[in-house]
């Protein structure tokens, strides 16, 4: 069974901070993404990633940086906390090869005070 | 633009019954497509996948249905039961993107007993 792990299930920062969401899957997967999710905006990409060093700009990428320096572990930054971005946060990774389905660790919920 | 949309954004059916879930998409690309299931504050799990060469999928309780000419799918519940009472999310994506998935806004259903 694939395991995507998500270092905290709720985190609480302040304005201005530089916030780091830890996110490590345990298959070998070549892909992972960030998601947000917003009531009533469903699931927003904001980056992901094909392989180690590389990362591509989703949907929603201001304000937000990544890195993937191994393979098993993707990290999304956000550069200087804004409330807006406070938020749920859903890591998913998949293996390479077409039409497979990505596997969700379980969320960081995120508030900026 | 919403390349996903799921334009109930609640659905509530009594035990027993039939729950159908609608979405429609717009970029004729799409080739491949996913049903999500999410509880609250966890991560959404895979339920069903149907690719563009169908026009039904099913398994178990859960059957997919693809019309690519109206470009809509549907999602049906048979017999529905309160456990399924859940946030639903269909996605999409096309070969070559990577797995890349585009959400739509999600539906969430009740199952009354």
């Known amino acids: 069974d694939v395991k995507v792990t998500q270092s905290s299930r709720y985190l609480v920062k302040r304005t201005g901070e530089k916030v780091f969401l830890e996110c490590v899957q345990d298959m070998d997967h070549e892909n992972m993404f960030w998601y947000r999710q917003d009531p009533g905006l469903g699931l927003r990409l904001i980056y992901f990633?094909?392989?180690?060093?590389?990362?591509e700009k989703g949907d929603i990428p201001e304000g937000y940086s990544v890195s993937r320096e191994k393979k098993e572990r993707f990290s999304l930054i956000l550069e200087s906390a804004s409330t807006n971005q406070t938020s749920m946060y859903l890591c998913?990774?998949?293996?390479?090869?077409?039409?497979?389905?990505?596997?969700f660790g379980d969320g960081t919920r995120l508030s900026i005070l | 633009d919403q390349q996903v949309k799921q334009n109930s954004p609640s659905l509530s059916v009594q035990e027993g019954r039939i729950s159908i879930l609608n979405c429609d998409y717009t970029?004729?690309?799409?080739?491949?497509f996913l049903w999500y299931k999410k509880y609250p504050a966890e991560g959404p799990t895979f339920l069903i996948s149907i690719s563009s060469i169908k026009d039904k999928n099913e398994d178990g309780r859960f059957t997919v249905f693809l019309n690519k000419s109206a470009k809509h799918l549907s999602l049906h519940i048979v017999p529905s039961q309160p456990g399924d009472s859940a946030v639903y999310f269909c996605a999409a994506s096309e070969t070559g993107s990577g797995s890349r998935l585009t959400f739509g806004e999600g539906t969430q259903l009740t199952v009354n007993p």
């Open positions: 990633s094909y392989d180690v060093k590389m990362k």
């Open positions: 998913a990774s998949v293996g390479g090869g077409s039409n497979q389905p990505q596997h």
């Open positions: 970029n004729s690309m799409f080739d491949y």
